[in-house]
DNA sequence: GCCGTTTTCGGCCCGACTGTTTTCAGTCG
């Protein structure tokens, strides 16, 4: 996200806050949070954007788009700046403890002076708390609790990391008696790149002694740490440091309510607000449990159902962010996303050669025991010296190689010899093209000077875009997800050149990469026409694994299998490559 | 503050769990 959106975003998410802390509408908080969620989602700079335009974009309205042009000119905004001289700036922080909100913060503050969370560390340390009117022993326990929580815990997780965590819980718990259907759902069921909490959905006709059984089996889990709540419907757990703290909810509901039920936890909170103020204009109300009308449940049990009787055709998990989808849910003109089953070749993997952990043979294997039809092997460049990269003469010496494990895996899979060449800090690539043009493929990625600015990546990235023989760019921002920014290029200029020489982009499908990212994919897809390649840059045949992400990122941009190289039949794969090349 | 095929004014989603209550407010998702 370019810098200004995201500041402009956190501005208006701290407005929120604020907002909420002084007691101010609940409604304007909630369209404060709005506009900041609507700019983060921005692959243009708001500064590019048509000042008359920008009241159009829903959830952007004249009072935000008066902030941002104000924003734009002065560097702040004045409302903001008066909120801020309003709330002490510590208090931000203690609203982050878990289950402190804007109603106990502002109680806090106001009855006992606590300012930040020192100050709410030092009035429960002197007993001062005790005196507040709803703050009893347990209560106190839970903050002394959720502090150490909140200073020891990151924020949200790496996709990878709760999508095993789901699976080990889904897999140890589903063979329980009673149980008949279990899910996740939530933002690892949209496919988010980072999920702050794990839902665990469970269907179950059982007796309310196997639901108990379900229950008590959940919480004494291996990998749970600590039980924060456990009733007869749902409970929640903290996992082991091994699974990072995560937080797990559970809940239990007849099958009849499951799709319903589905829907709500799988979200998000403002697709589901939609489609709660959807039913009650259509004279229906929808609720965790069902939809109804006239307090008589006509749809639950599935999802489908649901949709189909509100007049929507089913929705994917991964398009529910209110980003329009309702709208062509109702027209039936929803994409037809890919799915992990059409992707048919791996254009990007790595061997022993360079900083892998598989021969190029094995490599090969794995990627044909997947059911690919084709296999580009893209060991590094020599600039990345750290990852064993190829000279000049390796490289040459690693064609031939490759082009013998070729002929041996004919009819097999199809190997190509490519390399991942490093796009230098002036956007040079790393192999001059007379060698570059010896290969089948190129995937072109920026590796180092990751920090460099914008104005700067972005003429990098151009320059690599040029090369004639460049037929993808691998992770083109360099990010790593909850680690580094990477870089923040012109992503329109970037779009427009790629789409321009016809090549590839690249959403890297390692859940530490997911670059490009879901919001970037979305744009390039759906503005440009652009084609996407969902690789998985495995170094082992593990990281194989790791191509569901890629694509549920695909599927969030809204990619069907023609946006996506990776899908095309083996001919077609192998002229379009050529038909990027002089 | 945002929004509109019942609306440019007057609405704005819904329920479980907890802790502290003796009937409910606050938080969370």
Excluded: C
């Excluded at 718990?173 to 149980?179: G, H, R, W, Y």
């Excluded at 607000?273 to 307090?295: C, F, P, T």
């Excluded at 059911?371 to 020599?382: E, N």
Aim: proline fraction near 3%; glycine fraction near 8%.
């Amino acid at each position: 996200m370019p810098t200004t959106n995201a500041q402009l975003a956190a501005i208006f998410h701290q407005m929120a806050d604020l907002t909420e802390i002084t007691g101010g509408n609940r409604f304007k908080v909630n369209a404060f949070a709005k506009s900041g969620r609507v700019l983060e989602d921005m692959t243009k700079q708001v500064s590019e954007i048509d000042p008359a335009l920008l009241p159009k974009v829903e959830g952007i309205g004249k009072g935000t788009a008066e902030r941002i042009a104000e924003f734009l000119e002065t560097g702040q905004i004045a409302d903001h700046q008066k909120l801020l001289a309003q709330v002490p700036s510590g208090l931000l922080k203690v609203m982050d403890v878990p289950g402190l909100g804007p109603k106990t913060v502002a109680l806090l503050w106001n009855e006992v002076g606590i300012e930040s969370i020192d100050d709410l560390k030092a009035k429960i340390e002197t007993g001062e708390l005790e005196a507040l009117k709803g703050f009893g022993k347990k209560k106190i326990e839970n903050i002394l609790k959720n502090l150490k929580f909140a200073e020891s815990a990151g924020d949200r997780q790496r996709i990878g990391l709760a999508y095993a965590l789901a699976i080990m819980l889904i897999e140890d718990l589903k063979d329980l008696p009673s149980i008949e259907k279990i899910e996740y759902a939530g933002s690892l069921r949209r496919g988010k790149e980072t999920i702050g909490d794990v839902d665990i959905l469970v269907a179950s006709s059982g007796t309310d002694e196997q639901k108990k059984a379900i229950f008590d089996a959940f919480v004494n889990h291996v990998a749970v740490a600590d039980v924060i709540a456990h009733g007869d419907t749902k409970a929640s757990v903290r996992t082991h440091e091994e699974s990072k703290g995560m937080q797990v909810d559970l809940r239990v509901v007849a099958p009849e309510n499951f799709g319903a039920a589905l829907m709500y936890f799988t979200g998000s909170k403002e697709h589901n607000v939609k489609m709660r103020e959807r039913a009650i204009a259509q004279g229906m109300s929808l609720n965790e449990y069902s939809l109804s009308k006239d307090g008589e449940p006509i749809a639950g049990a599935t999802e489908e159902d649901v949709f189909a009787a509100m007049n929507l055709a089913w929705v994917a998990p991964e398009l529910r962010e209110d980003r329009g989808e309702l709208a062509l849910a109702e027209s039936d003109e929803l994409p037809k996303l890919l799915e992990l089953a059409d992707i048919k070749a791996e254009l990007h993997s790595h061997t022993t050669a360079s900083d892998g952990r598989w021969s190029i043979e094995e490599n090969a294997l794995g990627a044909a025991g997947r059911g690919f039809h084709t296999v580009a092997i893209t060991d590094h460049s020599k600039g990345q010296a750290q990852a064993n990269g190829l000279s000049e003469k390796r490289l040459v010496q690693h064609i031939e190689a490759v082009r013998k494990v070729a002929k041996k895996l004919e009819g097999t899979i199809t190997v190509l010899a490519g390399s991942e060449v490093d796009i230098l800090a002036d956007g040079s690539l790393d192999y001059d093209d007379d060698l570059l043009a010896e290969l089948d493929i190129v995937v072109a990625s920026p590796h180092a000077a990751l920090t460099q600015d914008p104005a700067k990546a972005t003429k990098r990235l151009l320059k690599a875009i040029e090369n004639p023989y460049v037929t993808i760019v691998g992770h083109p921002t360099g990010r790593i997800v909850n680690r580094r920014e990477g870089l923040s290029p012109d992503m329109e200029a970037i779009f427009k050149a790629a789409k321009d020489r016809g090549i590839a982009l690249e959403i890297n499908a390692s859940p530490y990469r997911l670059d490009l990212r879901d919001t970037h994919a979305r744009t390039w897809v759906q503005e440009y026409g652009g084609k996407l390649a969902i690789n998985t840059d495995a170094h082992s045949e593990d990281h194989l694994n790791n191509l569901r992400f890629g694509v549920v990122t695909a599927r969030r941009a809204g990619a069907t299998t023609d946006d996506v190289v990776n899908t095309m039949s083996k001919s077609t794969l192998a002229k379009w490559i050529k038909s990027t090349r002089p």
